[in-house]
């Protein structure tokens, strides 16, 4: 059974720079399509980086394309997500997923979830 730990939240300036870390355990990260998604209060929880796996690029969301970066690490079977230029607007908590279905949106298709990780950006 897939099991995610996250790492790496906390507290920035705008414009700094964050990454966080997804680390699995209990089975390959190189079998899902991996997503990062966040959530502020209030509101749904909204994907905003995907990498499917395979040949494909990953896909971002508008809000965050040229500023974010995911990757994964198949022999440290992690995943990350590289912030920079933060804006107070990515203040939100941030989850990583991993399903079946390539670069979903929909989160009920996600059987695995991490804990979460706060990020805050300050002006």
């Known amino acids: 059974q897939l099991q995610l730990v996250e790492s790496g939240g906390g507290l920035v300036h705008a414009g700094g720079s964050l990454t966080l870390s997804c680390a699995a355990s209990?089975?390959?990260?190189?079998?899902?399509?991996l997503t990062w998604f966040r959530q502020v209060p209030g509101k749904e929880r909204e994907a905003i980086a995907c990498a499917g796996g395979g040949y494909n690029v990953p896909n971002y969301d508008d809000s965050v394309k040229g500023r974010f970066t995911i990757s994964r690490d198949t022999v440290k079977n992690l995943m990350e997500l590289q912030m920079s230029d933060l804006k107070p607007e990515d203040t939100a908590i941030y989850y990583c997923?991993?399903?079946?279905?390539?670069?979903?949106?929909?989160?009920?298709?996600?059987?695995?979830w991490g804990q979460g990780a706060q990020v805050t950006v300050s002006t």
């Open positions: 997923a991993a399903g079946k279905y390539y670069c979903s949106a929909v989160i009920a298709l996600y059987d695995h």
């Open positions: 209990g089975d390959s990260l190189e079998f899902y399509s």
